[in-house]
């Protein structure tokens, strides 16, 4: 999951050295916390959250089939 | 039977090819399926061709072999130039996505018919087992796919390009559904005089419905509400 989600950001940022993921676990539970540049924040969120809901949905995927469930916040870098 | 081979022409290869079975009244392991034309859904009905088949009944002896043209095999699209960089590049992220995803899955890409405005529309065909998951409630999940490969494609070319996913070909069955559907409820509307209210819809799938009914003179369509909600309702004309 983590993985899915660098390689979404990192493709759609300006400045992909700067994405950052971090992974945490509550449970079956898992959080994670995307960090990109200030001005790429748009592009990771999109319009009204298009792009990271867009992210969130193909993220349940993966951690369906691992039984999980999947939370993503965008964080203010 | 006195016919060994005959050609059909339909939507789908998929459909071409079931209906072949049917008037040949075999089934798919004794005939050979040639696709001579592969058709194209094209992109919001513009632009669209019917696929066209041949089948030919097998010998005895062929049929003793292992059955080799399947269906599905057939359907997949022709795979352009392998030096086309847009194309391997959409494909490879189509690759990487699915298994980050953790999905095994085969990915053909092809150029579809051009819209009008003669962009270029990438065509991403996604077919292995089991991969409802990857269609999702109401396509959500193929949507929400195709939105991402779509932005990261665009953004490497630096230009808008429209790329369509299509997972075991759902949105050609889909099609076919929703053509259906709109038939019926127009019928429906026409008998009991009531104006008939759909489920909501995508704009993509709405537009289907209208074009559908825009061939029943004795109704009209109409979207009502707001997206996501936004449903197509058919009325008797009066």
Redesign the interface.
Not at chain 2, 100 to 103: A, G, I, S, V
């Given at each position: 999951m983590k993985?899915?989600t660098e390689?979404?950001a990192q493709?759609?940022v300006a400045s992909p050295d700067q994405v950052q993921v971090d992974q945490s676990h509550q449970g079956n539970r898992v959080r994670l916390h995307l960090s990109v540049a200030k001005e790429d924040m748009g592009r990771v969120i999109g319009k009204g959250g298009?792009?990271a809901?867009?992210?969130r949905?193909?993220l349940?995927?993966?951690a369906?089939?691992?039984g999980q469930q999947v939370t993503l916040d965008v964080m203010e870098p | 039977m006195e016919r060994t081979n005959l050609e059909v022409i339909a939507p789908t290869i998929e459909e071409a090819t079931a209906r072949g079975l049917e008037q040949l009244g075999v089934s798919s392991e004794m005939v050979e399926v040639e696709v001579l034309d592969e058709g194209t859904r094209g992109f919001l009905g513009m632009g669209s061709r019917q696929a066209r088949i041949r089948m030919t009944l097998k010998s005895a002896d062929a049929l003793a072999a292992p059955a080799s043209a399947h269906p599905s095999d057939a359907a997949s699209p022709t795979p352009a130039a392998a030096d086309d960089d847009l194309l391997n590049f959409t494909a490879e992220?189509a690759r990487?996505?699915l298994a980050?995803?953790?999905?095994t899955a085969t990915v053909t890409v092809s150029y579809g018919a051009a819209d009008l405005s003669g962009e270029k529309n990438i065509l991403v065909d996604i077919r292995g087992d089991d991969l409802s998951?990857?269609i999702?409630r109401r396509a959500?999940?193929m949507n929400?796919?195709q939105?991402?490969l779509g932005?990261?494609v665009s953004?490497q070319t630096e230009a808008w390009v429209q790329v369509t996913v299509d997972v075991e070909g759902y949105r050609a069955r889909r099609e076919q559904q929703l053509r259906q559907l709109a038939r019926r409820m127009a019928e429906q509307a026409i008998c009991t005089g009531k104006r008939q209210v759909l489920e909501p819809m995508s704009s993509a799938e709405r537009r289907i419905i209208h074009l559908e009914l825009r061939e029943v003179p004795e109704v009209i369509s109409e979207s009502v509400g707001e997206d996501p909600n936004r449903k197509v309702t058919i009325s008797p004309k009066i």
């Open positions: 993985s899915l390689f979404i493709s759609l298009r792009v809901n867009a992210i949905v193909l349940r995927v993966a369906e089939r691992e | 992220t990487e996505l980050r995803m953790k999905l998951v990857l999702g959500e999940t929400a796919l939105y991402i932005l990261i953004k």
